[in-house]
């Protein structure tokens, strides 16, 4: 296994949420599994698309497929999917899984504004 690649029992249980691969064109898709562990691998370290690696295709194809399945929810089912499921298994720990909706305003200066206007 790749160092953030999916597990066999992490993929099946996303691959029914993801959608049929037809390419009419006669190119063919880049594998799905290949396509989400090249997401996994952005999401995952923080990296510029630019970087990923070149065994997960082209940047700008995966860039452009992940955000049409943005757009499209699909990454929204995946994820409420699988937090139902663990939900309901009792494997989400409060104590880390949580978002927090507070917010810290910072000085407009640290929004690239001039200084002299500021006292």
Not at 22 to 30: A, H, P, Q
Not at 63 to 79: A, H, P, Q, T
Not at 83 to 111: C, L, M, P
Request: proline content about 2%; hydrophobic content about 30%; charged content about 30%.
């Amino acid at each position: 296994m790749e160092r953030h690649g999916l597990t066999n029992e992490q993929w099946e249980k996303i691959r029914p949420f993801l959608p049929e691969q037809n390419r009419g064109c006669g190119r063919r898709w880049l594998d799905l599994r290949t396509y989400v562990n090249g997401v996994e691998e952005i999401v995952g370290t923080g990296s510029s698309w630019r970087d990923l690696v070149e065994r997960y295709g082209k940047w700008k194809s995966v860039y452009n497929r992940y955000v049409r399945w943005s757009r499209e929810g699909i990454w929204d089912k995946i994820l409420n999917a699988l937090y139902k499921e663990t939900q309901q298994n009792g494997e989400i720990d409060w104590e880390i899984f949580f978002v927090d909706g507070s917010n810290v305003r910072a000085h407009r200066s640290a929004a690239g504004a001039s200084q002299k206007n500021f006292s």
